[in-house]
């Protein structure tokens, strides 16, 4: 079954070369790294903000990150700076080595 979202994707990169998209109704943080640090979302607090400000915020991020020393300070993180506006459940497991996998959880999170 197809999905009924339009996807638009945009990164840091290209946010940080002025090439913006903001035409979002919701918006899924995707964190492709296994590691991920408080420090490296401080970094793209600019990026996180301008994408962020819609109804409705998820995250999903690799198992890894998840499971991570630094999991519990990367959620505070998010939720107090995206407020009411995340998802209150918690972060869509990605796979990075299974990308068709990583689509469905993601899209069936936000249907």
């Known amino acids: ?20 998209q903001d035409t979002y109704d919701c918006v899924m943080l995707v964190m492709l790294e296994d590691e991920l640090s408080v420090e490296d979302l401080e970094m793209q607090q600019d990026h996180i903000d301008y994408y962020s400000t819609v ?8 198992e890894p990150i998840t499971k991570s020393a630094n999991a519990d ?22 796979y990075p080595d299974d990308i068709e996998r990583s689509a469905k959880e993601m899209i069936g999170a936000i249907e």
């Open 73 to 94: 300070a990367i959620l505070a993180f998010l939720f107090k700076n995206l407020k009411e506006r995340i998802d209150p459940r918690q972060p869509i497991i990605t």
């Open 55 to 62: 109804p409705i915020v998820n995250f999903a991020a690799p």
């Open 1 to 20: 079954m197809e999905s009924p979202f339009k996807v638009i994707k945009s990164t840091y990169e290209k946010f940080l070369e002025g090439k913006l």
